[in-house]
């Protein structure tokens, strides 16, 4: 294409059009192909996006019957068009945001339509000309303070679908009340077929290989966890036990990017714990899930990510120099004791979440080893001993970065405590007591 | 209301509910005072809330005079409803958001519409009990592949409502075709109803005190700019110069804080750039403005924030330490200077941004001052002769601190470059061809 372009400069606007009608067949054939295999590619990553958009085909399919079967067209009429609106717009991806659309826009159809009705009735005390101008003041006021409503942190975390459609609902029924007199009627029959339409959107999504995104919240923090134990196990070997014996040759350093994402992850978490709060009735966390705590591990792990991206920012300083110095030497035992222990505490923090287990004992064991480690690093550190022969040019990226370690084991250890709070607000089960001979009768 | 509450264990439910009850009014009361109180300060904080709010009830009013005006209701009937709901849907508080909301619904009603219609036409071939069938089974297939379809990160990214509506549209109204036979008029009935209420919307927000979310964008990514600039200045100030004059009193550390919001902003700058893309004819920033170099300032924000989040770690250290170092006398001359020329670096290009102007041989001037003060640190570190009395478990927090500044150095002038690319694509006004006399005249 490059050389195409080129060759265009010189030539006229005719020969320019003719060259690019030339090249349409096969520039949309290539459209076509990349396209086909970009969509390939996104079902490959996650087939449930293809469970996903043959379940909304389902639920439109099974509501379109409110037209193709008499009985049901002839109960109805028209006002079934309100049943496939609804579950074009509530059927979402996770079972949380379905049902969250679905019960704000039930309860907003509701609340919004008696208001309607209300209305309604006081706009006919007036005569003719008054109507439509009571009528429009009531509307002004009512949309413009719910719109201002729908600025509240609380309210928009979780009913801002249900606010907008609480205004939508109030404004169709007040102001098609000035030209139907059988307004009551018409909105109970769009409130029924509002309802059906969000419990088909609601039934498919929960009963046809549901997404739960409380288990994907789970899933995020825990993944989020591994990522920083597998840089931290990675950088202990890396760079102070191979940088010894030389380099490692299969540069399997994925290690060092993998935790980027837990840095910019507090909006998606957010988000999905506000929905994970709508699934009531998941069978592993059942009603009142702690899923702020959830947060807090989030909060902390991006702050223990922050001083793994400094961390990283001193590799620079190990690559330089090749044949590590007698300083590094000293300390590493106790450096790379911390990134194996620290990184080996967030792995099993990261399978006692996903498992919904408190498996304690093992976490705490790596925990203290690493506090140990911290301990002996730190008196090393304090050594004036250790400095005299050194190269102090050579000491102060490593010094520096064993003083990022030491940071890291008590920022670990909030982590750990703050599941262990998780864990007995949400009461997961006790590996540790399962394990034990006495229980296992 | 915790004595309250302890008192309740010792009595029986009646005596609760009485309680309750009793209690009620006060506690109604005090509900509606709070909530009027955090209405106030929404609006404080922000006025074009409540501005925004009277612009929706404005824009809903005029809307519902399809029904209040006798020849508009005849015209059009109850598809005057779509343009109500429409108003409803896509008015949003910025004009970009706006406009994209209008525009994808407009496409989208457009294409669905005629899709649908063809459909419709393909479906009356078939006789009695094939039509719905066929229709169920072209209703199932286009409905799951759009939905497949929002998947696609570029596509979610702007067309993500433009995609929804069109599975609306084409389900409404091939759905509806079963059971009426002018389908054509209706969907043109429809389309231009909702194109009127696309326009109504889009003319109240353009039109009344428009919130333009491309300012926005800028304004949010030079306050971080800011906000950065303000933590260097301050921490120079405060834990290099005044350490050694003991503390300041007034204890105005805001600024040791004011930067933690840059290293979440990630989700919130995308969102704001893809939805700047609407708005075209922006007087300031015009058609094809370069968003995407606003996001690279952005990113490379970021990274100089986790440094800065680094550097704070370091400041326990300094708190500890009241009296400093013979080392820190030493080096804090250049340290003082690369915090001061960055941030001020860092300022004159937030005002830069905030103003669209090019004054680069200020910020070069100071970014120069800060290189100078970065390579004499460099040496510094490196001499020995400034080690030799020093006690080495002081050292090595000053001499971290020393390095990350050393680090931040080229990080700013990475983002004065990416300015620089940014200004020039923008055609940003050159304020130093401005400033000289020559031009001047």
Same mark, same amino acid.
């Given at each position: ?9 010189? *030539? ?13 067949? *096969? ?269 807090? *591990? ?144």
């Amino acid at each position: 294409m490059d050389i195409a372009s080129t060759n265009f400069e010189n *030539v006229g606007p005719f020969t320019r059009v003719w060259e690019w009608l030339k090249a349409l067949p *096969v520039n949309l054939w290539a459209v076509a192909v990349e396209f086909a295999n970009k969509m390939k590619k996104l079902g490959q990553d996650d087939p449930r996006r293809i469970v996903h958009s043959l379940k909304v085909g389902v639920a439109i399919t099974l509501v379109s019957l409110f037209y193709y079967v008499r009985p049901l067209f002839d109960r109805f009429g028209e006002n079934g068009i309100w049943a496939v609106l609804t579950v074009v717009l509530v059927f979402e991806f996770s079972v949380g945001a379905t049902l969250g659309k679905g019960l704000n826009r039930m309860l907003a159809t509701l609340s919004g339509g008696a208001l309607a009705v209300g209305v309604d009735q006081v706009a006919t005390l007036f005569d003719g000309t008054g109507q439509p101008i009571v009528l429009g003041i009531l509307v002004f006021i009512i949309a413009a303070t719910v719109t201002f409503m729908r600025f509240f942190p609380e309210l928009k975390a979780r009913y801002d679908y249900g606010l907008m459609i609480f205004i939508l609902t109030f404004c169709l029924v007040s102001v098609s009340s000035y030209q139907d007199d059988e307004v009551l009627d018409m909105a109970c029959q769009r409130l029924y077929t509002i309802i059906i339409g969000c419990f088909i959107a609601i039934i498919v999504c929960i009963c046809v290989c549901p997404v739960w995104i409380g288990e994907n919240l789970q899933n995020q923090i825990a993944n989020n966890l591994e990522k920083l134990g597998n840089f931290l196990e990675g950088f202990g070997r890396e760079y102070f036990r191979l940088s010894e014996e030389g380099h490692s040759t299969d540069d399997d350093k994925s290690f060092l990017h993998g935790y980027k994402s837990v840095l910019t992850s507090k909006d998606k978490e957010e988000t999905m714990a506000n929905l994970a709060r709508w699934e009531f009735w998941h069978y592993r966390f059942g009603f009142r899930h702690p899923w702020n705590r959830y947060l807090k *591990v989030g909060t902390l792990t991006r702050q223990c990510a922050y001083k793994i991206e400094d961390l990283n920012s001193y590799i620079k300083y190990f690559e330089i120099q090749a044949t590590p110095t007698e300083f590094r030497r000293e300390i590493q035992e106790q450096c790379i004791k911390i990134c194996s222990e620290s990184g080996k505490a967030l792995k099993e923090l990261a399978s006692a979440i996903k498992k919904l287990r408190r498996s304690t004992s093992v976490i705490n064991f790596h925990i203290e080893n690493s506090k140990i480690a911290a301990e002996k690093l730190k008196s090393m550190l304090n050594m004036t001993s250790l400095w005299e022969n050194a190269n102090l040019r050579e000491i102060i990226p490593t010094a520096a970065v064993g003083l990022i370690l030491i940071d890291i084991v008590p920022c670990t250890e909030k982590i750990v405590e703050t599941f262990q709070e998780l864990a007995s607000c949400a009461r997961f089960e006790r590996m540790d007591d399962r394990v034990s001979p006495s229980n296992d009768v």
